[in-house]
């Protein structure tokens, strides 16, 4: 790990918290040890590499800003005593991004939950926002997400900057793709000002963890309300279920999500009578108008519908049994048993039995993606040489792969460095993370 700050003295911290005690009140300011730790771990525990270099860090201070003018002014105070600032939305992210590597200030940024504007197309709300509750505020305007992660409990600026896509990226693609349209960016230079960048200028301060500047506010695209179902059907096996899943994906009106599991994967998943045992699961959000002929489609692939549900919540429920979900079932099915690594390409149906056979107890967890079959792939783990070696046989295979099991921001590094010179000359956001010799599979290898 590179770290080109030093951990803050004591004494600083102590200046600091004074002034963020001032600045945001007691109740939103804590040194105490165990608000610290909470806000130095995230989802990084899924991977066992990860684990077992844990703790990588432990925040000296947490603050809890409620509006975005306060994130402005809380980032501001921290970089003008030379302090470390790692903001946090719901700490979900599985990277180990969200680990305060060099101490200082953790940002909380939960506390900072406000929908701003709902316009035709378009919401607006602050970094915190959980993103249920974005979704909750376009549906009361008849209109829903572009799409939404499957942890939709997490927080509008986390899956900006940490995250990548979800239901609705069947049809939309990755959050980098137009989903954003404007952010108010705070810089890591001492000044509070929030920076309003819209476009392709927004799109440098996606996916890279808050290294080139911290969200404070995000305006993202909403598109007219549809009328969804939850279908969900089973297979003899995996292979059977795999052979609907492109004409599934292709319905029109589009899928918001289309998931596939093997039957092992399916037996971790909670109970449910639309997973009978033994077979594969095929779980559908779709337009309720493509209902009839998604049900042909499984039945012609000698699968049957175990049921259709509607209901706003159908929707919720099928998307948090989508893409990390499944491998966080299957580890809690086995605890430290299993690793994964996200994959995409046409082999993963194509070539699917030499994909399972590349790590030793393989087993996928499919998705229809924006441009094909993406997916996540579990194994037994051995060791961090063995995760390497997979992730190039995978490549043999034409799969691509993006590593969970590291930090780095890894997606456009050469435009984030270029941005943080001048948006974080001191290297205080997010330290760690921004490392110009990584040369590790990328995140664009799975879109
Ligand atoms: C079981 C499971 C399922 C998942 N499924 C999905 C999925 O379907 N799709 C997907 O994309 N991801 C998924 N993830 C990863 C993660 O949950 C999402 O990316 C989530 O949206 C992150 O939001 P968060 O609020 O938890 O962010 P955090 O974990 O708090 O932060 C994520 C990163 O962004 C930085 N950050 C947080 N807030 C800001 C801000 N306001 N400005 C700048 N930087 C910020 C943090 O420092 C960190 O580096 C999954 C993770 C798990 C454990």
Redo the contacts with the bound molecule.
């Keep these: 790990m590179t770290l080109s700050v030093s951990p803050p003295s004591s004494a600083v911290i102590a200046e600091l918290e004074a002034e963020l005690t001032a600045l945001l009140g007691a109740r939103n300011v804590t040194s105490e040890l165990r608000a610290r730790e909470r806000a130095s771990v995230?989802?990084g525990r899924?991977s066992p590499i990860i684990s077992e270099l844990l703790p990588l860090g432990l925040a000296d201070l947490v603050a809890f800003p409620t509006t975005a003018e306060q994130i402005g002014e809380a980032v501001a105070a921290a970089v003008r005593h030379g302090v470390p600032v790692?903001?946090?939305?719901?700490?979900?992210?599985?990277y180990g991004?969200?680990i305060p590597m060099a101490g200082g200030l953790v940002l909380d940024?939960s506390r900072a939950r406000a929908v701003v504007e709902v316009a035709e197309g378009l919401i607006t709300a602050e970094?915190g926002t959980p993103?249920v509750t974005l979704e909750r505020a376009a549906h009361a305007t008849g209109q829903q997400l572009w799409m939404y992660?499957?942890?939709a409990q997490?927080?509008i600026?986390?899956?900006l900057?940490?995250?990548?896509?979800?239901t609705g990226s069947i049809v939309h693609g990755t959050?980098d793709a137009g989903f954003v349209a404007a952010l108010d960016v705070v810089h890591g230079t001492g000044s509070p000002e929030l920076v309003h960048v819209e476009g392709e200028e927004a799109q440098r301060?996606v996916h890279n963890?808050?290294t080139a500047g911290?969200?404070?506010r995000a305006t993202v695209r909403l598109e007219p309300l549809q009328d969804w179902r939850g279908v969900y059907a089973s297979f003899p096996d995996f292979r059977s279920a795999q052979s609907v899943l492109r004409a599934l994906g292709a319905l029109e009106p589009r899928p918001r999500l289309v998931s596939a599991d093997t039957p092992e994967m399916t037996a971790t998943l909670p109970p449910d009578p639309a997973f009978p045992e033994g077979r594969a699961s095929v779980r559908v959000i779709a337009d309720a108008r493509t209902v009839t002929r998604a049900a042909e489609i499984v039945e012609a692939g000698g699968g049957r519908v175990e049921d259709v549900r509607e209901g706003a919540q159908t929707a919720l429920s099928l998307s948090m049994l989508?893409?990390?979900?499944p491998?966080?079932w299957l580890q809690k099915s086995a605890p430290g048993v299993y690793f994964h690594v996200e994959v995409s390409g046409a082999a993963l149906i194509d070539r699917v039995d030499e994909v399972h056979a590349v790590y030793e107890g393989g087993l996928l967890h499919q998705e229809i993606g924006h441009t094909g079959p993406i997916g996540m792939l579990a194994g037994v783990y051995r060791s961090p040489e063995q995760v390497l070696d997979g992730i190039r046989a995978l490549g043999e295979l034409g799969v691509g792969v993006h590593n969970p099991h590291q930090w780095n921001v890894d997606f456009q590094l050469g435009r984030t460095l270029e941005t943080a010179a001048t948006t974080d000359p001191q290297g205080l956001l997010?330290p760690g993370?921004l490392n110009p010799g990584y040369d590790g599979p990328t995140k664009g290898a799975i879109r």
């Design positions: 995230d989802g899924m790692t903001p946090r939305g719901k700490g979900t992210g599985n991004q969200g940024l970094a993103m992660p499957s942890t997490s927080s600026g986390g899956f900057a940490g995250g990548s896509g979800g959050n301060f963890y808050g911290i969200i404070a989508s893409y990390n979900h491998i966080e997010n993370k």
